[in-house]
């Protein structure tokens, strides 16, 4: 059973447009909720995370936002680059624990 | 640097043969991890470890085994138990307690042959 949903699988957005990438979780004790970066080849890379007392993160051009009582949160790529085309994966951890659950990752696709 | 190293970065096994992937850390970490990638399925937890001489299974443990000797190490041998094995294998590790971002290897990419 997934524990963390995401959507949509592929995404193909234009250069300078908005890329969106939603995930859905079902466990309340989650208390942690990083998006990674992964390039083809690569390991993923934590690019931004956020946790349930605040409802938005920015950092540069990445945003998350996290509406906790539907228990989903989204990340917002503003002005998508062709250098951002990559596997984006939403993650969640249990309080107190230290393992994550991931999503089942999106590839997003920047086209000139 | 500071980081992750994982090897090989491509391996190659024959039906009912076990290998091991190797995994060192040089960010004095406690808990380390070890996840498969299969496309579309996102990242599944294998074992991971919290302190040495300690590990728990994680959701995909059957046909894996692993040993945490050293806190620097935390090698993963796919048995011949495992019935698909080819697959992208990550390592990872985080400090301990509160830790707040996992920091992954490069990967190494299993084919069983």
């Known amino acids: 059973q997934q524990q963390v949903k995401q959507s949509p699988q592929s995404l193909i957005v234009q250069k300078g447009g908005i890329s969106i990438i939603n995930c859905a979780y079902e466990n309340t004790a989650f208390d942690y909720f990083p998006w990674y970066q992964q390039f083809p080849g690569k390991g993923p890379a934590l690019l931004i995370a956020i946790r349930p007392d605040v409802s938005e993160k920015k950092e540069g051009r990445f945003t998350i936002s996290f509406n906790k009582s539907a228990k989903q949160f989204s990340l917002h790529i503003m002005d998508s680059q062709p250098g951002d085309s990559a596997t984006y994966f939403c993650?969640?951890?249990?309080?107190?624990?230290?393992?994550?659950?991931f999503g089942t990752g999106t590839r997003l696709t920047v086209i000139p | 640097d500071g980081g992750i190293t994982q090897s090989p970065k491509y391996l190659f096994r024959k039906e009912g043969q076990n290998v091991t992937l190797s995994c060192e850390q040089n960010?004095?970490?406690?808990?380390m991890y070890w996840y498969r990638q299969d496309p579309g399925q996102g990242l599944r937890l294998i074992y991971y470890?919290?302190?040495?001489?300690?590990?728990q299974k994680g959701d995909i443990a059957e046909g894996y085994s692993v040993s945490r000797e050293k806190k620097e190490s935390f090698p993963l041998t796919v048995t011949s138990a495992q019935k698909n094995p080819t697959a992208f294998y990550l390592c990872?590790?985080?400090?301990?307690?509160?830790?707040?971002?996992?920091?992954f290897g490069q990967g190494t990419r299993l084919t069983v042959v």
């Open positions: 470890s919290q302190i040495v001489n300690d590990f």
């Open positions: 960010l004095n970490h406690d808990a």
């Open positions: 990872a590790s985080s400090s301990v307690p509160g830790h707040t971002e996992a920091f």
């Open positions: 993650a969640a951890r249990p309080a107190g624990a230290n393992n994550l659950f």
